[in-house]
């Protein structure tokens, strides 16, 4: 266990700048989630911090030791982490048993040591009985914890994951984030763990940063923080399904900007009384709300609401998603099935209904968030 | 994964593949052309004038490429109908079938062209004769010694390069390509005009240029039956020129220039699948496996299974079983009555010294060169799909450069550099033929190694490194293991065509390093036909085996590949 | 995996030590004298001398030659001994002084029409080729040269090519000397053709794809022997060639390459190819009768004349217009 | 009468009963998936109709028209039955351009060349490809191939369109947004589609009416909501979505969450048995903030301790201990919930009972 720091770390591949003046630091036993789109260079920064890059300036540090500068770096063997790899990784020509002694072997440990390290890794990951069989006879998921296991019997400082999810069909995904989080919890490691999608950063996370597809880290904070305190409209919309709705801002009352949206009626966003006017630096700005913050109601209170048309309807199981049309502009509604149900909110397409964003966050015109 | 700026194992790994792909390869290569295009450091454009303007050239580049031509164009469509049967039509017992068709492969051509003769020379031929006895014919109804001749045996031993590649991607075509036509309203008839054989043309094309590269520098089929008459490709004059010359200098000199025509036909014939391919580079394999549609051949199903089999029986069984009997005949121009027929031959192989000698030169040279040629070619191949170093694209350039590399530039590349000219003489010793072995197979080595090690994930590699691992305990543990499979079948890969080879060591070959191939042709050329026959029934007897074994032994691989990767 | 690789390693060092092992005495002979005739010499020669590794490399004079000037070309000499029957060799090697005289103790038995007076080469077996035809197709043997313009001859009567081989090279020249390259023309225009090697145009008329063909003695009569159907006759003015054998100067194997010479000019080794159907050098040795042989100096009577000097230096232009001429259509 | 009619329609592969007597009848216009886990028979039923696989029991027809058959042993091929088809790996054919796949199915039909253009046109335009006309499959992207074929098949104007997983090989967001994509062409043009996927999200936005199957037998057909709503077995409730199963004991109709001290109990349905399934989806559990009475409430308040909390955005996830059994509970974040490691009191509103297997 120990903590992670990155300083003003810089990489480039030829003439591209991936990563410019990256800094962060992540605690001892804490889980941190890299967020960013594909592409964005968050691998970069897992290969630098395993030492399969070395960085072009800047300074990569584990437990306080300095591991990685421009100059001098490391290689991956000597840092004692543990990664966990999107492919699994797991190599096919050994046993369970043989893949997850083998960061033992290589460290020397003697024989009857490893045997007892390793079956309390295996029991930790739930893979019990399965230490004699090779990958090919396992499940993607089963694989995936044997990468976990192999990852976390050397008990390292840091561990790293690389979008260890994404090959995982839906259902195995959700299971095994709840999965990873309760085997950091148990261990107590560090982990660093790299992502694009937001779900699983949201739920596994103590602290999440969150980077755009230029290599910038915009937002870092509990998943809380950055989920209901954006920073910028990128976190915002990143985050979830995102509704924005334009506004023109006149004597201090909010409008749907009829300029931005052709065909568009003016009409007034009342009764948002914490309406931040006098905060917006111009005279345009968004409204954002999440589908979940968009209360339908099937009679229309117009001191409280505006007035929606549904277009369309869908039932999506647990969750039922309205497509609205709001003077011209479509915004997203979702609501849990029960709730629709119990309340008559299955409302037929084509109808009308009343609509108020509950919670709604306020973007200037360029983006950033206003509070 | 360089860790500074110190002379890192990568790095040496790095020049060390440089150094012997640039001595192996580029030296030989780089040495052809100078000596083709300067004479006494001088620019000889009037030196190869005069060679090109020879009409003996002339023919002989005109022969080689009308023989590359056809022999092109009937393979490719005989290989293509066959797989197309095999992969898309109900006929009956494919796998055997499937099987069968790749038996051609085994048999080296020359050996069949030796068979072909014996049965098809105009006048002597036992078919010919046969064929003039039952219908009272004054003249011989085929002469094989024809510049068709030629085409047709080089077609019936080329044709599985078309075979292969054709089934292959018509196995792994994504089945939903060809019923989604169908379920367009289009029947099996147009589907496969129009779907099908525009899909699995890439395929085609491949293995056309496979065939079309080997035909146009092939020695073999062309010695045997084209000289007689007069009919030479290029590497057929380049060999009579060098050896009727006196072997002067010159010679070389004028086999540089030919060589370089070689190379340039090549080059083009590359070139031109390249320009055929550019807009034809589409996936088309599936994900899912599903099973093809087949075309039901209901009233022809019979008659074409009978085609196959006798095609297979043509091809394979009548030349091996007359070379065969010849190898047991007394001596050439009798019939094939028991009381002419002697085991001497066959006893005479292991006693004489010039056919030991051989036996015992092929095996070890192709052994040796397929064992060295894997592990360059494992470590050559490493750097290119692994690691991250500058300058390996001249590794990539140079371990694809012999693959369109005719055999007989080859030879001659390495007597230009082995020939004492930078100090080391290898000329008349087995290692001259053993290292253009190494020059000839390094891009079949590269293709399989690289083919393997792109199939073992980085992360395979780098998870290892994470878990305390060095480099190369990594690769001792991990990485080799897993592309043992690869590796092992780049051994076989070089080592059978090698111990069948003859267009490039018919050209080193020294007084006591002939190679079977060599024995062959020299019985032969020296009118010892039965005992050349015998040899070559001995050199099929080998190959069989051989062969017969790597599949049973790759097929075990295989399975366990199998299980490896699912 | 481990154990494969040692296996290999082992069969790698077995097979290729011995050949760059450097034994005590070794002796190379190039030779165009056929499998059956040298291996047999050579099975004799090494029973005498057990110490001297004895190799030789058999194929036609051209490829010989091709060979040897290539080793001089790369400054890497492996011939120790040279024994062929193309002549003129002998005579531009002995011109470029890279033969070692030798006056070998047997020498002074030597008949032959033939003599070098410096001992750079030395006759060691007369070679003759007569007309080989094929018994099914030609009822009456051919007693002249002339009988090959018949019909019976038509487009089935072939010459080895005389690129490849030195007694066909050496044939023609005689031809074209005596009976004039008229003949020549004339038998082409009778269909007939430029085979292979001397060997493969004798298979080829045993196999009927030729009805005859210029063949040499011992090839030919080996045939015989083993059923194939084969005649073998002579014309009046028969090819007589001498194969000439001669030791390369500056050899490390001199002793080795003597004891080599005096072997093959020894009765013990004029025996050996007199027995295989050709002529001996020495009249003590008898030749094998019954099989349409003549004795050496009636051959040598009845021989053709050829100034070697001179065909030394025409050799190109004669293969040249030979060639030429049977490739006329 | 029904458009697509299937009857006692069996299929064996081997020993392998891949669908097992399905009867099924699809109205014209309407649009019907096939759900299931993968191997459950649907994509087999779905290539019995396009033809691609012959019936071994049963008959098939449509309009009123027998296309397979087992009893009268008759059997259409796929090129004459006019369907529209979508496959999975896309199957647009690399070597022709968009504008060639579109027309290839007109061309085959012998339809006049300018008629090919003006139904081509139309087809691209419909699918949002107009200006991808002149290019190869091989440079579009995944979304833009799959309208190829989605073009392709509409523009024989067919009477039914067969789907066959068309999203799976799409990301997320265009897979959401593709699915009402092919529901408005649906409106526009007026064919019946039959739509396999085992995505059950996709299912239930689409359909007009579903069938779930499993191991080649048809476990519920209904519109989407009933289906949600009612699932006919175990199985089909746990398919449909995130579901809590709760091991009770019942004792005269009364059940008890099996290892809790709840003197409450729930109504259970008599047949059961002794020991059952209390079936709920974790969005139909509410925290309830009235105290805790332990009284005959119905539904019951039960206390629970929460186990694990977990944000996950929108939604928070939590798990609550009961006795023996652990049970999801997903609330919108905007509902206050108890914090990790609390003691607080729930209600189920809504439960099903399934028998133990």
């Given at each position: 266990?120990?903590?992670?720091?990155?300083?003003?770390?810089?990489?480039?591949?030829?003439?591209?700048?991936?990563?410019?003046?990256?800094?962060?630091?992540?605690?001892?036993?804490?889980?941190?989630?890299?967020?960013?789109?594909?592409?964005?260079g968050?691998?970069?920064?897992?290969?630098?911090?395993?030492?399969?890059?070395?960085?072009?300036?800047?300074?990569?540090?584990?437990?306080?030791?300095?591991?990685?500068?421009?100059?001098?770096?490391?290689?991956?063997?000597?840092?004692?982490?543990?990664?966990?790899?999107?492919d699994?990784?797991?190599?096919?020509?050994?046993?369970?048993?043989?893949?997850?002694?083998?960061?033992?072997?290589?460290?020397?440990?003697?024989?009857?040591?490893?045997?007892?390290?390793?079956?309390?890794?295996?029991d930790?990951?739930?893979?019990?009985?399965?230490?004699?069989?090779?990958?090919?006879?396992?499940?993607?998921?089963?694989?995936?914890?044997?990468?976990?296991?192999?990852?976390?019997?050397?008990?390292?400082?840091?561990?790293?994951?690389?979008?260890?999810?994404?090959?995982?069909?839906?259902?195995?995904?959700?299971?095994?984030?709840?999965e990873?989080?309760?085997?950091?919890?148990?261990?107590?490691?560090?982990?660093?763990?790299?992502?694009?999608?937001?779900?699983?950063?949201?739920?596994?996370?103590?602290k999440?940063?969150?980077?755009?597809?230029?290599?910038?880290?915009?937002?870092?904070?509990?998943?809380?923080?950055?989920?209901?305190?954006?920073?910028?409209?990128?976190v915002?919309?990143?985050?979830?399904?995102?509704?924005?709705?334009?506004?023109?801002?006149?004597?201090?009352?909010?409008?749907?900007?009829?300029?931005?949206?052709?065909?568009?009626?003016?009409?007034?966003?009342?009764?948002?009384?914490?309406?931040?006017?006098?905060?917006?630096?111009?005279?345009?700005?968004?409204?954002?709300?999440?589908?979940?913050?968009?209360?339908?109601?099937?009679?229309?209170h117009?001191?409280?609401?505006?007035?929606?048309?549904?277009?369309?309807?869908?039932?999506?199981?647990?969750?039922?998603?309205?497509?609205?049309?709001?003077?011209?502009?479509?915004?997203?509604?979702?609501?849990?099935?029960?709730?629709?149900?119990?309340?008559d909110?299955?409302?037929?397409?084509?109808?009308?209904?009343?609509?108020?964003?509950?919670?709604?966050?306020w973007?200037?015109?360029?983006?950033?968030?206003?509070? | 994964?360089?860790?500074?700026n110190?002379?890192?194992?990568?790095?040496?790994?790095?020049?060390?593949?440089?150094?012997?792909?640039?001595?192996?390869?580029?030296?030989?290569?780089?040495?052809?052309?100078?000596?083709?295009?300067?004479?006494?450091?001088?620019?000889?454009?009037?030196?190869?004038?005069?060679?090109?303007?020879?009409?003996?050239?002339?023919q002989?580049?005109?022969?080689?490429?009308?023989?590359?031509?056809?022999?092109?164009?009937?393979?490719?469509?005989?290989?293509?109908?066959?797989?197309?049967?095999?992969?898309?039509?109900?006929?009956?017992?494919?796998?055997?079938?499937?099987?069968?068709?790749?038996?051609?492969?085994?048999?080296?051509?020359?050996?069949?062209?030796?068979?072909?003769?014996?049965?098809?020379?105009?006048?002597?031929?036992y078919?010919?004769k046969?064929?003039?006895?039952?219908?009272?014919?004054?003249?011989?109804?085929?002469d094989?010694?024809?510049?068709?001749?030629?085409?047709?045996?080089?077609?019936?031993?080329?044709?599985?390069?078309?075979?292969?590649?054709?089934?292959?991607?018509?196995?792994?075509?994504?089945?939903?390509?060809?019923?989604?036509?169908?379920?367009?309203?289009?029947?099996?008839?147009?589907?496969?005009?129009?779907?099908?054989?525009?899909?699995?043309m890439?395929?085609?094309?491949?293995?056309?240029?496979?065939?079309?590269?080997?035909?146009?520098?092939?020695?073999?089929?062309?010695?045997?039956?084209?000289?007689?008459?007069?009919?030479?490709?290029?590497?057929?004059?380049?060999?009579?020129?060098?050896?009727?010359?006196?072997?002067?200098?010159?010679?070389?000199?004028?086999?540089?220039?030919?060589?370089?025509?070689?190379?340039i036909?090549?080059?083009?014939?590359?070139?031109?699948?390249?320009?055929?391919?550019?807009?034809?580079?589409?996936?088309?394999?599936?994900?899912?496996?599903?099973?093809?549609?087949?075309?039901?051949?209901?009233?022809?199903?019979?008659?074409?299974?009978?085609?196959?089999?006798?095609?297979?029986?043509?091809?394979?069984?009548?030349?091996?079983?007359?070379?065969?009997?010849?190898?047991?005949?007394?001596?050439?121009?009798?019939?094939?009555?028991?009381?002419?027929?002697?085991?001497?031959?066959?006893?005479?192989?292991?006693?004489?010294?010039?056919?030991?000698d051989?036996?015992?030169?092929?095996?070890?040279?192709?052994?040796?060169?397929?064992?060295?040629?894997?592990?360059?070619?494992?470590?050559?191949?490493?750097?290119?799909?692994?690691?991250?170093?500058r300058?390996?694209?001249?590794?990539?350039?140079?371990?694809?450069?012999?693959?369109?590399?005719?055999?007989?530039v080859?030879?001659?590349?390495v007597?230009?550099?082995?020939?004492?000219?930078?100090?080391?003489?290898?000329?008349?010793?087995?290692?001259?033929?053993?290292?253009?072995?190494?020059?000839?197979?390094?891009?079949?080595?590269?293709?399989?190694?690289?083919?393997?090690?792109?199939?073992?994930?980085?992360?395979?590699?780098?998870?290892?490194?994470?878990?305390?691992?060095?480099?190369?305990?990594?690769?001792k543990?991990?990485?080799?293991?897993?592309?043992?499979?690869g590796?092992?079948?780049?051994?076989?890969?070089?080592?059978?065509?090698?111990?069948?080879?003859?267009?490039?060591?018919?050209?080193?070959?020294?007084?006591?390093?002939?190679?079977?191939?060599?024995?062959?042709?020299?019985?032969?050329?020296?009118?010892?036909?039965?005992?050349?026959?015998?040899?070559?029934?001995?050199?099929?007897?080998?190959?069989?085996?051989?062969?017969?074994?790597?599949?049973?032994?790759?097929?075990?691989?295989?399975?366990?590949?199998?299980?490896?990767?699912? | 995996?481990?154990?494969?690789?040692?296996?290999?390693?082992?069969?790698?060092?077995?097979?290729?030590?011995?050949?760059?092992?450097?034994?005590k005495?070794?002796?190379?002979?190039?030779?165009?004298?056929?499998?059956?005739?040298?291996?047999?010499?050579?099975?004799?020669?090494?029973?005498?001398?057990?110490?001297?590794?004895?190799?030789?490399?058999?194929?036609?004079?051209?490829?010989?030659?091709?060979?040897?000037?290539?080793?001089?070309?790369?400054?890497?000499?492996?011939?120790?001994v040279?024994?062929?029957?193309?002549i003129?060799?002998?005579?531009?090697?002995?011109?470029?002084?890279?033969?070692?005289?030798?006056?070998?103790?047997?020498?002074?038995?030597?008949?032959?029409?033939?003599?070098?007076?410096?001992?750079?080469?030395?006759?060691?077996?007369?070679?003759?080729?007569?007309?080989?035809?094929?018994?099914?197709?030609i009822?009456?043997?051919?007693?002249?040269?002339?009988?090959?313009?018949?019909?019976?001859?038509?487009?089935?009567?072939?010459?080895?090519?005389?690129?490849?081989?030195?007694?066909?090279?050496?044939?023609?020249?005689?031809?074209?000397?005596n009976?004039?390259?008229?003949?020549?023309?004339?038998?082409?225009?009778?269909?007939?053709?430029?085979?292979?090697?001397?060997?493969?145009?004798?298979?080829?008329?045993?196999?009927?794809?030729?009805?005859?063909?210029?063949?040499?003695?011992?090839?030919?009569?080996?045939?015989?022997?083993?059923?194939?159907?084969?005649?073998?006759?002579?014309?009046?003015?028969?090819?007589?060639?001498?194969?000439?054998?001669?030791?390369?100067?500056?050899?490390?194997?001199?002793?080795?390459?003597?004891?080599?010479?005096?072997?093959?000019l020894?009765?013990?080794?004029?025996?050996?190819?007199?027995?295989?159907?050709?002529?001996?050098?020495r009249?003590?040795?008898?030749?094998?009768?019954?099989?349409?042989?003549?004795?050496?100096?009636?051959?040598?009577?009845?021989?053709?004349?050829?100034?070697?000097?001179?065909?030394?230096?025409?050799?190109?232009?004669?293969?040249?217009?030979?060639?030429?001429?049977?490739?006329?259509? | 009468?029904a458009?697509?009619?299937?009857?006692?329609v069996?299929?064996?592969?081997?020993?392998?009963?891949?669908?097992?007597?399905?009867?099924?009848?699809?109205?014209?216009?309407?649009?019907?998936?096939?759900?299931?886990?993968?191997?459950?028979?649907?994509?087999?039923?779905?290539?019995?109709?396009?033809g691609?696989?012959?019936?071994?029991?049963?008959e098939?027809?449509?309009d009123?028209?027998?296309?397979?058959?087992?009893?009268?042993?008759?059997?259409?091929?796929?090129?004459?039955?006019?369907?529209?088809?979508?496959?999975?790996?896309?199957?647009?054919?690399?070597?022709?351009?968009?504008?060639?796949?579109?027309?290839?199915?007109?061309?085959?039909?012998?339809?006049?060349?300018?008629?090919?253009?003006?139904?081509?046109?139309?087809?691209?335009?419909?699918?949002?490809?107009?200006?991808?006309?002149?290019?190869?499959?091989?440079?579009l992207?995944?979304?833009?191939?799959?309208?190829?074929?989605l073009?392709?098949?509409?523009?024989?104007?067919?009477?039914?369109?067969?789907?066959?997983?068309?999203?799976?090989?799409?990301?997320?967001?265009?897979?959401?947004?593709?699915?009402?994509?092919?529901?408005?062409?649906?409106?526009?043009?007026g064919?019946?589609?039959?739509?396999?996927?085992?995505?059950?999200?996709?299912?239930?936005?689409?359909?007009?009416?579903?069938?779930?199957?499993?191991?080649?037998?048809?476990q519920?057909?209904?519109?989407?909501?009933?289906?949600?709503n009612?699932?006919?077995n175990?199985?089909?409730?746990?398919?449909?979505?995130?579901?809590?199963?709760?091991?009770?004991?019942?004792e005269?109709?009364?059940?008890v969450?099996?290892?809790?001290?709840?003197?409450?109990?729930f109504?259970?349905?008599?047949?059961?048995?002794?020991?059952?399934?209390?079936?709920?989806?974790p969005?139909?559990?509410?925290?309830?903030?009235?105290?805790?009475?332990?009284?005959?409430?119905?539904?019951?308040?039960?206390?629970?301790?929460?186990a694990?909390?977990?944000?996950?955005?929108?939604?928070?996830?939590?798990?609550v201990?009961?006795?023996?059994?652990?049970?999801?509970?997903?609330?919108?974040?905007?509902?206050?919930?108890?914090?990790?490691?609390?003691?607080?009191?729930i209600?189920?509103?809504?439960?099903?009972?399934?028998?133990?297997?």
């Amino acid at each position: 266990m120990a903590d992670l720091q990155l300083s003003a770390v810089s990489k480039s591949y030829g003439t591209h700048r991936v990563l410019d003046k990256i800094t962060f630091k992540v605690n001892s036993g804490e889980c941190f989630t890299l967020l960013g789109p594909s592409g964005c260079g968050k691998t970069v920064i897992l290969r630098l911090i395993a030492g399969f890059e070395s960085p072009d300036e800047g300074e990569v540090s584990i437990g306080g030791h300095v591991v990685a500068t421009a100059k001098h770096s490391l290689p991956p063997e000597e840092r004692h982490i543990g990664v966990v790899f999107q492919d699994y990784a797991v190599w096919p020509h050994k046993t369970v048993y043989e893949n997850i002694a083998y960061p033992l072997e290589i460290a020397k440990m003697p024989h009857e040591q490893i045997k007892s390290a390793v079956s309390d890794a295996i029991d930790q990951v739930n893979l019990a009985g399965l230490a004699q069989r090779y990958p090919y006879q396992l499940s993607g998921g089963q694989q995936q914890r044997v990468a976990l296991a192999r990852a976390l019997v050397t008990k390292p400082d840091v561990m790293l994951l690389d979008e260890p999810l994404t090959n995982l069909d839906a259902n195995l995904r959700e299971e095994m984030r709840f999965e990873i989080k309760e085997l950091q919890r148990k261990t107590g490691t560090t982990i660093f763990y790299v992502t694009h999608d937001q779900e699983v950063a949201l739920a596994i996370s103590d602290k999440m940063a969150v980077m755009d597809d230029k290599g910038i880290i915009r937002q870092i904070g509990s998943p809380d923080e950055v989920y209901e305190r954006p920073i910028d409209a990128f976190v915002y919309q990143f985050l979830g399904i995102p509704n924005f709705i334009p506004v023109a801002i006149k004597s201090g009352q909010a409008f749907i900007d009829t300029d931005a949206v052709q065909g568009a009626a003016e009409l007034p966003l009342q009764a948002l009384a914490d309406f931040p006017s006098q905060r917006f630096p111009g005279p345009k700005g968004k409204l954002a709300c999440r589908p979940m913050d968009v209360i339908l109601s099937r009679s229309i209170h117009p001191e409280t609401m505006v007035k929606a048309k549904i277009v369309r309807l869908s039932l999506l199981g647990p969750i039922v998603d309205y497509l609205l049309d709001i003077g011209g502009i479509a915004i997203r509604a979702q609501m849990q099935t029960e709730a629709a149900m119990a309340q008559d909110l299955l409302i037929e397409e084509g109808q009308e209904c009343g609509v108020r964003f509950a919670e709604p966050k306020w973007f200037s015109e360029d983006g950033e968030a206003i509070r | 994964m360089n860790t500074g700026n110190k002379l890192s194992t990568a790095n040496i790994v790095l020049l060390f593949s440089i150094l012997i792909l640039v001595v192996i390869v580029a030296v030989p290569v780089i040495l052809i052309f100078i000596t083709a295009f300067f004479e006494n450091g001088k620019f000889n454009i009037a030196g190869i004038a005069k060679i090109l303007s020879d009409p003996d050239t002339y023919q002989a580049l005109l022969n080689s490429l009308i023989i590359a031509a056809g022999t092109t164009l009937v393979s490719t469509t005989v290989g293509t109908f066959f797989a197309w049967l095999v992969a898309r039509t109900d006929l009956p017992l494919k796998k055997t079938m499937k099987a069968l068709f790749l038996v051609p492969f085994m048999l080296p051509s020359f050996i069949g062209a030796l068979a072909w003769k014996v049965l098809l020379s105009p006048r002597a031929g036992y078919i010919n004769k046969l064929l003039m006895a039952i219908f009272g014919l004054s003249k011989a109804p085929i002469d094989i010694l024809t510049i068709g001749g030629i085409i047709a045996i080089e077609s019936m031993y080329l044709f599985p390069f078309v075979f292969l590649q054709v089934e292959g991607s018509l196995e792994r075509m994504d089945p939903t390509l060809e019923e989604s036509a169908r379920i367009s309203g289009a029947n099996l008839f147009t589907i496969t005009r129009k779907i099908t054989l525009p899909l699995v043309m890439p395929s085609i094309l491949a293995g056309a240029l496979l065939v079309a590269l080997y035909s146009l520098a092939h020695f073999g089929v062309p010695a045997i039956l084209g000289t007689e008459k007069g009919i030479y490709n290029i590497p057929t004059k380049i060999y009579e020129r060098i050896y009727a010359s006196g072997g002067s200098f010159n010679a070389i000199r004028v086999g540089t220039i030919l060589s370089t025509i070689l190379v340039i036909s090549a080059a083009l014939i590359l070139k031109l699948q390249d320009m055929l391919l550019k807009k034809g580079q589409y996936q088309i394999i599936a994900g899912k496996s599903m099973r093809p549609m087949v075309m039901k051949l209901r009233g022809l199903k019979i008659p074409l299974l009978i085609i196959s089999i006798l095609y297979i029986g043509i091809t394979v069984i009548l030349p091996t079983v007359t070379i065969f009997l010849v190898g047991g005949l007394k001596t050439y121009g009798l019939s094939f009555e028991l009381k002419n027929m002697t085991w001497n031959n066959y006893l005479k192989i292991f006693q004489w010294k010039m056919t030991k000698d051989a036996i015992w030169n092929s095996l070890y040279l192709s052994l040796g060169a397929a064992f060295v040629t894997m592990l360059a070619g494992t470590m050559i191949s490493y750097v290119i799909v692994k690691m991250k170093v500058r300058g390996k694209f001249i590794l990539q350039f140079l371990g694809v450069l012999p693959f369109s590399l005719p055999g007989t530039v080859i030879a001659l590349g390495v007597i230009l550099t082995w020939s004492g000219r930078f100090g080391i003489n290898l000329y008349n010793t087995p290692w001259i033929i053993f290292v253009a072995y190494i020059a000839r197979y390094m891009a079949f080595s590269i293709k399989s190694n690289s083919a393997s090690l792109s199939q073992v994930s980085d992360s395979l590699e780098e998870a290892s490194r994470a878990c305390g691992a060095t480099h190369w305990q990594s690769l001792k543990n991990i990485v080799i293991p897993l592309i043992k499979p690869g590796m092992i079948s780049a051994f076989f890969l070089i080592f059978l065509p090698a111990l069948r080879e003859l267009t490039t060591s018919v050209l080193l070959y020294g007084p006591t390093t002939r190679t079977i191939g060599v024995a062959i042709y020299a019985l032969n050329e020296d009118g010892e036909t039965v005992r050349a026959a015998a040899l070559a029934s001995i050199a099929l007897v080998i190959i069989f085996a051989g062969e017969t074994i790597i599949r049973k032994f790759l097929a075990r691989l295989d399975q366990a590949k199998v299980k490896v990767q699912e | 995996m481990r154990r494969a690789l040692l296996v290999l390693m082992a069969l790698l060092v077995t097979g290729i030590v011995p050949v760059i092992a450097q034994p005590k005495e070794k002796l190379m002979v190039y030779t165009s004298m056929k499998e059956v005739l040298i291996g047999e010499i050579r099975d004799a020669f090494t029973k005498k001398y057990p110490n001297i590794q004895f190799d030789y490399y058999s194929a036609g004079a051209g490829k010989i030659m091709a060979k040897i000037a290539a080793e001089r070309q790369s400054g890497k000499l492996v011939v120790d001994v040279l024994w062929t029957s193309e002549i003129p060799d002998f005579y531009s090697l002995k011109k470029e002084g890279v033969l070692q005289r030798y006056e070998s103790p047997e020498a002074k038995y030597v008949v032959s029409p033939l003599n070098d007076p410096d001992y750079e080469f030395t006759p060691a077996r007369l070679g003759t080729l007569g007309i080989t035809y094929n018994t099914n197709k030609i009822k009456t043997p051919p007693t002249q040269w002339s009988d090959l313009l018949g019909p019976a001859y038509k487009d089935g009567f072939a010459i080895a090519n005389p690129a490849l081989s030195g007694t066909s090279m050496v044939s023609v020249g005689m031809i074209a000397n005596n009976l004039g390259w008229d003949f020549i023309q004339k038998l082409r225009a009778n269909g007939a053709k430029m085979g292979q090697g001397s060997g493969q145009v004798v298979d080829d008329t045993a196999a009927g794809d030729l009805a005859a063909c210029i063949g040499v003695d011992y090839i030919t009569i080996d045939k015989i022997k083993l059923g194939a159907p084969l005649g073998f006759a002579y014309p009046k003015e028969m090819l007589v060639i001498p194969s000439p054998v001669a030791i390369f100067k500056g050899t490390p194997n001199l002793a080795a390459a003597q004891k080599f010479v005096d072997f093959l000019l020894s009765k013990e080794g004029q025996t050996i190819i007199a027995n295989n159907y050709t002529l001996p050098v020495r009249k003590d040795v008898p030749i094998v009768q019954g099989v349409g042989l003549v004795a050496p100096d009636e051959a040598v009577k009845r021989a053709m004349k050829i100034d070697y000097l001179k065909l030394m230096v025409e050799k190109q232009a004669v293969i040249d217009k030979f060639t030429e001429i049977m490739q006329k259509k | 009468m029904a458009q697509l009619k299937l009857v006692d329609v069996t299929k064996k592969f081997g020993d392998v009963i891949a669908v097992n007597k399905l009867n099924l009848e699809v109205e014209k216009g309407e649009c019907f998936s096939f759900l299931g886990p993968s191997g459950c028979g649907k994509t087999t039923t779905l290539r019995m109709i396009a033809g691609f696989e012959d019936l071994d029991e049963g008959e098939l027809s449509v309009d009123g028209k027998v296309f397979s058959s087992s009893f009268k042993k008759y059997y259409l091929p796929p090129e004459h039955r006019d369907f529209g088809m979508v496959f999975q790996a896309f199957a647009v054919w690399p070597h022709l351009t968009v504008y060639d796949n579109v027309a290839f199915p007109l061309q085959i039909r012998k339809i006049p060349r300018h008629e090919i253009a003006k139904r081509v046109k139309m087809a691209l335009q419909s699918t949002g490809l107009t200006h991808r006309e002149e290019s190869y499959p091989g440079k579009l992207s995944g979304g833009e191939q799959q309208r190829i074929a989605l073009a392709r098949a509409i523009a024989i104007n067919p009477k039914v369109m067969l789907l066959d997983e068309p999203l799976s090989n799409l990301d997320a967001k265009l897979r959401e947004e593709m699915r009402f994509e092919i529901k408005d062409l649906q409106k526009k043009f007026g064919f019946t589609i039959i739509y396999v996927t085992h995505d059950q999200a996709e299912a239930m936005a689409l359909s007009d009416r579903m069938l779930v199957m499993d191991h080649g037998i048809v476990q519920q057909v209904g519109h989407p909501l009933e289906i949600y709503n009612k699932p006919a077995n175990k199985f089909v409730f746990s398919f449909i979505g995130l579901s809590n199963f709760i091991p009770v004991n019942i004792e005269e109709g009364k059940a008890v969450i099996d290892g809790s001290n709840e003197t409450a109990s729930f109504e259970a349905p008599l047949e059961l048995g002794k020991k059952a399934f209390l079936a709920c989806r974790p969005s139909e559990v509410d925290f309830v903030e009235e105290p805790y009475t332990g009284a005959n409430q119905l539904p019951p308040a039960i206390r629970a301790r929460v186990a694990r909390r977990t944000y996950l955005g929108d939604i928070v996830d939590y798990k609550v201990a009961v006795g023996n059994a652990e049970i999801r509970i997903q609330k919108p974040r905007r509902v206050q919930g108890p914090i990790e490691g609390s003691l607080c009191t729930i209600r189920i509103n809504r439960t099903l009972w399934y028998p133990l297997e």
